[in-house]
């Protein structure tokens, strides 16, 4: 890979974590402000399952594009990394994943925050491997 098409990579992965993060922050805060029109004033408590939503659909998503664009090279890769590694690296979240159980721990609820780490990882798992199916 030469030096400009490997700086054109780091540019176009760069584009597309940064949409992805935007989807994620409009998933979460308008998931959040959705919550709260409809009266639901505990929102903090479903924070979490916002930010699991989202993993899901970017393990969806990068199901699919590494069915259509995973061994793509050329026009095609650069392609496989803004919406693979870029946007749904972005949009995707562990960290945030991470700290929603420590703060439902802190809260004492550890059966919650076993559930919710095992749903996040088997469901995304899931959603990676039904992303994979469809696009094949």
């Excluded at 069915?67 to 990394?81: I, K």
């Excluded at 946007?87 to 059966?111: H, K, N, P, Q, W």
Aim: with cysteine.
């Amino acid at each position: 890979m030469s030096a400009v098409t490997l700086l054109l990579a780091f540019a176009v992965v760069g584009l597309g974590g940064g949409l992805g993060a935007v989807a994620r922050w409009a998933v979460q805060t308008g998931g959040a402000r959705l919550l709260a029109s409809r009266g639901l004033e505990d929102g903090e408590q479903l924070r979490p399952w916002l930010t699991f939503a989202v993993n899901v659909i970017a393990c969806f998503l990068l199901g699919i594009v590494v069915a259509r664009l995973g061994s793509a090279t050329g026009a095609a890769g650069m392609a496989y990394a803004l919406l693979g590694a870029g946007f749904c690296g972005g949009m995707s979240t562990l960290s945030t994943a991470a700290l929603d159980i420590v703060e439902i721990l802190r809260r004492g609820d550890y059966s919650i925050a076993l559930a919710y780490l095992l749903l996040t990882v088997g469901t995304g798992m899931g959603a990676l491997w039904v992303g994979l199916v469809i696009a094949s």
